[in-house]
């Protein structure tokens, strides 16, 4: 499977830096976006644009999408699959439920087209900079032949299994993240009732056992509201774990640590 016309559907705050990283490794990368000023750094980078989606279908080996949702995914990939050639690969970079991801592959295969589900961890910082974790769901032939792609933006990139598989680890990953945000929401609310000093509470725990990373990003923000943004998304992650597992405790247990927090950061 040779991957050497690159796609990029997705040019926000996330997949943005992944569309750079790809260019600036040399790669021939063709974009597409709904407005046309959102294409013009990646033009000046060297980039192309296509005039639509099928456009871009059309020219492509690869195509990586990287836009909100499930419902934003089918979108894209409705006018993304009947234009693209057998032996071509899509990548979903978004995080959707697991099994939106099989029943798109489902449509790819009666088309000789493959799909790998492939969402990311790190954030825009971390894409710029080449160090995301990628998820990887998807045959062992399609993951092979898509990492060196995925290597201009990630530095941990792992399959974890067929397709499917991506998206359900990124949805226990953000479950995590948002539970640990909601335990450093209750801890510091706690230690503020204690009348302990914030600020060194903070640099104590940093070097301490009850560290996490939701924790040093719970830290920084003057106010829940500053992380409203990451919140909202991570409020749709959540609630698609429980969609996956509507019965099992794992799932309501993490969902019950992240409510306070998320709840006080969406103004929910």
């Known amino acids: ?9 997705g040019l ?5 830096p992944m569309a750079e990283r790809i260019v600036a490794a040399g790669h021939s990368l063709t974009v597409w976006a709904r407005r046309a000023e959102v294409l013009e750094p990646f033009l000046a980078a060297g980039a192309s644009a296509a005039a639509s989606v099928a456009a871009l279908a059309a ?8 836009v909100v949702d499930d419902a934003g995914v089918a979108a894209i990939c409705r006018q993304l699959i009947p234009a693209m050639r057998p032996g071509s690969l899509i990548a979903i970079h978004s995080t959707i439920l697991p099994e939106s991801a099989v029943a798109l592959a489902a449509q790819c295969a009666e088309r ?7 969402p990311v961890s790190g954030g825009a910082p971390a894409a710029a900079a080449g160090a995301l974790t990628v998820m990887c769901g998807g045959s062992a032939a399609a993951f092979a032949a898509a990492k060196p792609v995925f290597e201009c933006f990630g530095k941990l990139i792992v399959r974890v299994g067929d397709v499917g598989a991506g998206q359900r680890a990124k949805l226990v990953n953000n479950a995590l993240m948002a539970a640990n945000m909601g335990l450093a929401h209750a801890a510091l609310g706690a230690a503020a009732a ?6 060194a509470l903070v640099e104590l725990i940093k070097q301490s056992s009850g560290r996490s990373f939701g924790f040093e990003v719970y830290a920084r923000l003057p106010a829940p509201a500053a992380f409203s943004h990451g919140a909202a998304l991570l409020v749709k992650d959540v609630n698609l774990l429980k969609r996956v597992l ?5 799932a309501e247990t993490l969902r019950a640590a992240a409510s306070n927090f998320l709840a006080a950061a969406t103004g929910g």
């Open 1 to 9: 499977m040779a991957l050497e016309r690159i796609g990029f559907i």
């Open 12 to 16: 926000g705050s996330q997949g943005a």
């Open 59 to 66: 020219q492509c080996d690869l195509v990586g999408i990287c």
């Open 112 to 118: 000789g087209i493959a799909l790998i589900d492939a």
């Open 194 to 199: 204690l009348g302990i000093e914030r600020e």
């Open 246 to 250: 509507p019965e099992e405790q794992g």
